[in-house]
């Protein structure tokens, strides 16, 4: 859980989202990008512009919900390098744990700022940054909010208990399938993924 009061200025919204699979990074893995508003967030652009031209600097990366909150999960970046910034990025757990599990799954996640197009296709040459999420950023009792988050979103389409829950376990192994697969080098360019 996250403790104290967040911080709403350093919310930063998502616009658009996808993914992309590169033979070269992650092990072939699609990675979630988030297509960022930085309007209100200058110091977070000027950092993706830094990250073109440095090496890759050091971010530190928290998970968490709000015990007042807990229709978001939230992922809070703090960099370290090569320019000090934090920022939050809220998702809704009523139709985001994909991007979640994602970011999860693949270890990691392309933030594209907006200006660098509002569909992740149009950003694919453009300024982006990859972050990436080790191991240790864990988000505890992923699975058990992820199955509860779906659950929530299917009741009511009058399904039985158990077709509920087989459709809830066929989501979720879907999921992971998505995340998990591979482009290998024979498979050529980057591939951008819905």
Not at 145 to 166: C, D, M
Request: glycine content about 8%.
């Amino acid at each position: 859980m996250l403790k104290g009061k967040l911080d709403s200025k350093r919310f930063v919204p998502i616009v658009s989202d996808g993914g992309i699979g590169h033979p070269d990074i992650a092990d072939g893995r699609i990675i979630p990008v988030l297509v960022i508003d930085c309007v209100n967030h200058p110091q977070l652009y000027d950092l993706i512009l830094i990250h073109e031209h440095t090496p890759p600097g050091d971010v530190i990366i928290k998970w968490g919900r709000n015990l007042f909150h807990k229709k978001h999960a939230y992922l809070t970046l703090e960099f370290q390098q090569p320019v000090k910034n934090s920022i939050t990025i809220c998702f809704a757990l009523s139709n985001q744990t994909i991007l979640v599990d994602g970011i999860i799954r693949s270890r990691g996640v392309y933030l594209q700022p907006l200006q660098s197009g509002c569909k992740v296709s149009d950003g694919l040459q453009k300024p982006k940054i990859l972050i990436e999420v080790p191991p240790s950023a864990t988000f505890p009792s992923w699975d058990k909010l992820h199955r509860a988050a779906l659950l929530k979103r299917y009741a009511g389409t009058g399904l039985s208990n158990a077709q509920l829950k087989e459709l809830v376990e066929q989501r979720m192994q879907h999921s992971a399938e998505l995340w998990m697969a591979r482009r290998s080098k024979m498979q050529g360019e980057p591939q951008q993924e819905a």
